[in-house]
């Protein structure tokens, strides 16, 4: 398994404004995913980022909307920008340990003001 | 791409019943399916998966089961308790130009009353 950490845990911002989640790993994964649970939903991938290369997205996904970093194996970050109500949710990163499975962290509870 | 269908979306049972939750998967190239527990306020956590060489697998009270001519998968829970209570969603991993990236269910939420 993996010991997965994600800051902040939740957070209220207000429209128009950016905030940077990080997803820290206790161990080195080469795929990082990030998905978005919206209030009461499934889940819903954003994007997947492999370290050394430009992250890749989901239809409907746009990178000027949801930047993200990976500096290395055990590290990453989503931005979501110029956020809007619509963008209240659960933000979730999730690690790919081994060949195919994959754990989830806490997850960020994101409200938008 | 892979569509996951997830059945029923809400189940009650009284303590120490079992529990079928039911999933169908579209890509016949799918080839994980793991099975995830959300507690409130938590993230999703792996509680068994299947491969598709397998057509059963048992971890205690819970078991899983595949059908790949089918293409649907179970989870059973077995003597139930109220800490069973959450939402559970299952998962299959796409093949083609989906390869490797899960496709979830809607979630069932279960309710186990003592």
């Known amino acids: 398994s993996a010991v997965i950490s994600q800051k902040p845990s939740r957070d209220i911002c207000q429209r128009g404004t950016s905030l940077t989640i990080q997803c820290q790993v206790d161990?080195?994964?080469?795929?990082m995913f990030w998905y978005r649970q919206q209030p009461g939903q499934s889940l819903t991938l954003i994007a997947t980022?492999?370290?050394?290369?430009?992250?890749?997205?989901e239809s409907g996904f746009v990178i000027d909307k949801f930047p993200i970093s990976r500096p290395n194996l055990t590290f990453s970050t989503l931005t979501v920008s110029n956020m809007s109500p619509e963008d209240s949710s659960i933000y979730l990163c999730?690690?790919?340990?081994?060949?195919?499975?994959?754990?989830f962290g806490p997850g960020t509870r994101l409200t938008v003001l | 791409g892979e569509n996951v269908e997830q059945h029923p979306s809400t189940l009650s049972v009284q303590e120490g019943d079992s529990a079928v939750i039911k999933c169908t998967y579209s890509?016949?190239?799918?080839?994980?399916f793991p099975w995830y527990k959300q507690e409130l306020g938590k993230g999703p956590q792996l509680i068994i998966d299947?491969?598709?060489?397998?057509g059963e697998k048992k971890d205690q009270r819970i078991a899983v089961t595949l059908n790949k001519t089918a293409k649907h998968f179970s989870l059973h829970i077995t003597e139930t308790q109220p800490e069973d209570s959450a939402v559970y969603f299952c998962a299959a991993s796409g093949g083609g130009t989906s390869y490797g990236k899960l496709t979830f269910g809607q979630g069932t939420i279960l309710t186990v009353h003592p």
């Open positions: 299947i491969r598709s060489n397998v």
């Open positions: 890509d016949s190239a799918s080839n994980y």
């Open positions: 999730s690690p790919r340990v081994g060949t195919d499975t994959q754990y």
């Open positions: 161990s080195q994964v080469t795929m």
């Open positions: 980022a492999n370290q050394g290369s430009e992250a890749t997205y």
